[in-house]
């Protein structure tokens, strides 16, 4: 890798052996299958987890809990299968590199778990791991190394960066069609614009879709509201949801009476990064609610933390029809997005799609 290896230190993660998968009659989908948010279609099954009875329910108390972690496995064995599939025809596999900078404790946690998830369908991974203090150029060098890379299908520049670093710069080197996270400009670009397609669309709007989807929620004509406008997450969602013709709303820090606007929405999805901040007087009743926030929370009796999603859950759940949990909801569909995304990468080097 260049003239960077002397700075950047590598770990390359083994691939284990995975458990025999019985191989479908006809080749499967792409991992997740989702619909073509270009073309609309319908469903191949119907829903299992959202009775059509509760959608939209205007008097009940209870609602259905949708739960992202059954869902993220079965989207992983199907990946996992077009992966082992993939290395028996043509003897090929995806490849992911990760670029970290710096010793932040979440960003080595969010990497660990993005690894491990790669290792168990088959993805080998190659990390870079930069100092805290480095230059913006060893940074950037490493990224184009691997844009360089033919055997490599995905990037993923861990983030956030520490402050002297641009992180729009670097995002703005990698090459958009290894850019598995979603984030160039390009790819950002072609999500906002109707008739075009992305390479990729980032992983957590794209697991929120894909809960609804696989819930029996329908989306097309209800009213949407998105608290917080992040890249990461509120932004693209938002595009995505519109993609799905929802009427969306983005709720961001200089909005008027956030709660009565989002007392009219039919879908609330939250990413704020503030815990408990969406209430349940926020909600109409019979809402969909999908929590994207993940806070630590110190608990002040014995100083302990818990994961705490942008949303009260306690007050939530009694008015909305359905609700994510957190964690176990929308973050396992994120890390499976993440998955399909790096196949989709790998099939399009192999000339498979």
């Known amino acids: 890798m ?3 290896v002397g700075v ?13 998968l019985s191989a479908p009659s006809s080749p499967a989908f792409l991992g997740p299958n989702l619909p073509d948010v270009w073309v609309p279609r319908d469903h191949t099954s ?27 496995k079965q989207i992983k064995v199907k990946v996992a299968d077009e992966i082992r599939r993939m290395k028996s025809g043509i003897g090929k596999f995806p490849r992911l590199a990760v670029v970290l900078v710096g010793d932040r404790r979440d960003s ?48 993923i520049v861990q983030l956030p960066l520490p402050q002297h670093l641009d992180e729009e710069k670097v995002i703005n080197v990698l090459s958009p069609e290894k850019d598995v ?33 696989r819930h029996g929620v329908e989306i097309k004509g209800k009213r949407a509201v998105i608290i917080g406008r992040s890249k990461i997450a ?12 929802a009427t969306v709303s983005m709720l961001h820090s200089y909005t008027k009476n956030p709660e009565q606007i989002t007392s009219e929405a039919d879908i609330v999805v939250a990413d704020v990064g503030i ?5 349940g007087n926020w909600l109409k009743k019979g809402a969909v609610v999908i929590d ?32 994510t949990p957190v964690p176990g909801g929308v973050g396992p569909v994120t890390i499976s997005m993440l998955l399909s995304n790096i196949l989709d990468s790998a099939k399009r080097s192999f000339e498979m799609i």
Do not use: Y
């Open 2 to 4: 260049r003239s960077t």
């Open 8 to 20: 950047v230190g590598w770990h390359r993660t083994l691939r284990k052996t995975l458990h025999s």
């Open 46 to 72: 119907p829903p299992t987890h959202f009775p059509e009875s509760l959608q939209w329910a205007n008097g009940h108390s209870n609602a259905v809990i949708l739960e992202g972690k059954s869902i993220a």
């Open 108 to 155: 080595h946690t969010f990497i660990q778990i993005k690894l491990k998830a790669c290792d168990q369908v088959g993805i080998e991974t190659v990390v870079a791991q930069l100092p805290q203090k480095c230059a913006e150029s060893e940074l950037l060098d490493v990224v184009s190394s691997f844009n360089d890379e033919t055997d490599v299908h995905g990037i």
């Open 181 to 213: 996270d979603g984030f160039h400009p390009l790819n950002m670009g072609n999500l906002a614009i109707r008739g075009r397609k992305p390479f990729f669309i980032p992983c957590a709007p794209r697991g929120c879709v894909e809960l609804l989807l």
């Open 234 to 245: 509120g932004l693209p969602t938002s595009l995505l949801l519109q993609r799905h013709h």
């Open 275 to 279: 815990p408990n901040i969406v209430r």
């Open 292 to 323: 994207m926030g993940t806070n630590q929370v110190k608990d002040r009796r014995d100083h302990s933390f818990h994961v705490s999603g942008d949303v009260c859950f306690e007050e939530a759940v009694k008015v909305a029809s359905a609700i």
